[in-house]
Nanobody, 127 residues
Framework: QVQLVESGGGSVQAGGSLRVSCAVS????????MGWFRQAPGKEREGVAA???????????HYADPVKGRFTISHDNAKNTLNLQMNSLTPEDTAMYYC?????????????????WGQGTQVTVSS
C-alpha cells in the first residue's frame, strides 16, 4: 500500500523559510515525477515543483514560475523522502501543500497525472 505523509508545515512571516518533507512508503520509482502541489482556499490545486531521476542518474527538476529561484525540490532515495525547501516566502505562498507520486501522462504540473497523494501540510505566511 502506498502512503505519503507530509510534515514540516507551519507559520512564518514574509521573507522567512520553511522546509516541508514527504515520507513515501510502498512506492520507490524515482524514474517518474514526484511532485509538490498546493491549494489555497477557493483556488484550484496547482503544481509547485517536481523531480525525477533519469536513467543516467541525473535529477531533473521543474518549477512553477511563481516559485522559481525561491523553492528547491529534492529527494533522498535512501530515506525515500521528498523535500521542498521554501525561501523568501510571501503571503501568496499560503496554502495546503501536498506531495504526489505515481505520475503518468504528459505534464508534471497536472494533478490528474498523479495516482498517489498525501494528506497535506499547511503553510501560512503572514505579512
Amino acid at each position: 500500500q502506498v502512503q505519503l505523509v507530509e510534515s514540516g508545515g507551519g507559520s512564518v512571516q514574509a521573507g522567512g523559510s520553511l522546509r516541508v518533507s514527504c515520507a513515501v512508503s510502498g512506492y520507490t520509482n524515482d524514474r517518474d515525477y514526484m511532485g509538490w502541489f498546493r491549494q489555497a482556499p477557493g483556488k484550484e490545486r496547482e503544481g509547485v515543483a517536481a523531480i525525477y531521476t533519469t536513467s543516467r542518474g541525473a535529477d531533473v527538476e521543474h518549477y512553477a514560475d511563481p516559485v522559481k529561484g525561491r523553492f528547491t525540490i529534492s529527494h533522498d532515495n535512501a530515506k525515500n523522502t521528498l523535500n521542498l525547501q521554501m525561501n523568501s516566502l510571501t503571503p501568496e505562498d499560503t496554502a495546503m501543500y501536498y506531495c504526489a507520486a505515481g505520475w503518468y501522462g504528459d505534464s508534471w504540473s497536472n494533478p490528474t497525472n498523479y495516482r498517489y497523494w498525501g494528506q497535506g501540510t499547511q503553510v501560512t505566511v503572514s505579512s
